[in-house]
């Protein structure tokens, strides 16, 4: 029971990957539960509950300090760039190219707000610098990540510029809209009694969402065959660069900071 309480979300992903594995059927996109729809549905809510729960006051207390802004921002679209970059070249060579791509996510992803700012907190940090870090991060990374893939993946056959432009209105309304709508409402609810009730269980209603999200994309992909010619021994070499991958951009940062 206590290693669930401290590594749930993490069993409960491997429990997502299980089940897309056993039963793919309703997590295809025209399947019983409509899954492309939902999970859509799904990223609006997840970005209109940051909305939310995103503290203006907090994020505000933050922006002074230039030298940390400009070392997490570096090490996000920078230097965790380069190290994820490079692992994407090797497994290019090695003849891997659709987990290279992968890698290349990887390389574009910034951090995730509400892990970091746990992290920041339980190791007694700079709270307010963790959220207007990973705010920052995150509002560059809904166009940066989009238009960063249509780049790399489209290179050699010219600048896209109506399929970007296409991109980022739909990036727009899809999370821009509601996280604006959420701050927006947040001055209004924020100091309800009700709203501290409900608020405890936003964390929960994003975790189901992004299990979810999880589940039909794998499922998508076990009912394509997209593992077929993908053997065991290379899943386990993945895991392993992933992790060399996560443990050298943490030890990067830790002697750089």
Partial sequence: MALFRKNGFVLLLLGAVALAWGVPEFGAPDGPLRAELLARIGVMVVFFLQGLTLRTRELAQGVGNIRLHLLVQGWIFLGSA???????????????????AGFIYLALLPTTITSAILFTSAANGNV??????????????????PLGCLLLFTAGSGFPAD??????????????????IGQLLRPLVSGTSWFKKIS???????HGIILFIVYSTLSQSFLSNAWSGIGGGVVLFLLGLTLLAVLLVHGLVWLSS
């Fill in 128 to 145: 307010s610098g963790a959220i207007f870090n990973t705010t920052l991060a995150n509002v560059i990374g809904v166009f940066w990540v």
């Fill in 163 to 180: 399929m970007v432009l296409g991109l980022l209105l739909k990036v727009a309304r899809l999370i821009l809209l509601p996280l604006v």
């Fill in 82 to 100: 380069i190290i994820h970059g490079a692992a994407s070249l090797a497994l290019k060579a090695m003849g891997y190219p659709d987990l290279a």
């Fill in 200 to 206: 405890r269980g936003f964390k929960y209603i994003n």
